[in-house]
Antibody, heavy 118, light 109 residues
């Protein structure tokens, strides 16, 4: 059973870059036709899809965040990562990583809270 | 971007009763619609994909229907563990973004 786990700083200063890593266990990140996604959720609010990556390196990003987002993959470590630049308080949220098959997020990490504050 | 609208925002239901949740898309998404359940402090869990196919391990009391722009999630007899927030998500448009509804909270009446 595949499992995902987010990791990274819980506090980021405004204007800096948020960096998170998702470690995949229970299976190879390179196997199957899966994309690997990031989704976020501000406190008390709904879900926002950030973007995704295939193990070939092909990416799709939410146009609302595209200018600030970079998603990368390290198949040797079975990990993929999120970088979000120039953060503001509006980027404070729980960030989830998920496995995406044709747009369906079947497996999710537990989520990690990132607070943007000085 | 396809906008997903869920109704109602909150649904008050007694245990054992049926709950019917609605999701509307701003344009057709065919059957490329998923439903997720989220409990407090937990990640969302996939319930339904393809508008009507239950995910692995999901009880038969959960059913999905619809296509195009109108979708329904039905919980036939609410159990205590079903009180949660439910989100719909479309994955039809190419390229992404995939978009979610704002959620329906199912609470105990």
């Amino acid at each position: 059973q595949v499992q995902l786990q987010e990791s990274g700083p819980g506090l980021v200063k405004p204007s800096q870059t948020l960096s998170l890593t998702c470690t995949v266990s229970g299976g190879s990140i390179s196997s199957g036709s899966y994309y690997w996604s990031w989704i976020r959720q501000p406190a008390g609010k709904g879900l926002e899809w950030i973007g995704r990556i295939y193990t070939s390196g092909s990416t799709n990003y939410n146009p609302s965040l595209k200018s600030r987002v970079t998603i990368s993959v390290d198949t040797s470590k079975n990990q993929f990562s999120l970088k979000l630049s120039s953060v503001t308080a509006a980027d404070t949220a729980v960030y989830y990583c998920a496995r995406d098959l044709a747009g369906i997020a079947s497996h999710w990490g537990q989520g990690t809270l990132v607070t943007v504050s000085s | 971007e396809i906008v997903m609208t869920q109704s109602p925002a909150t649904l008050s239901v007694s245990p054992g009763e049926r709950a019917t949740l609605s999701c509307r898309a701003s344009q057709s998404v065919s059957s490329n619609l998923a439903w997720y359940q989220q409990k407090p402090g937990q990640a969302p869990r996939l319930l339904i994909y393809g508008a009507s196919t239950r995910a692995t391990g999901i009880p038969a009391r959960f059913s999905g229907s619809g296509s195009g722009t109108e979708f329904t999630l039905t919980i036939s007899s609410l159990q205590s563990e079903d009180f949660a927030v439910y989100y719909c998500q479309q994955y039809n448009n190419w390229p992404p973004p995939w978009t979610f509804g704002q959620g329906t909270k199912v609470e105990i009446k």
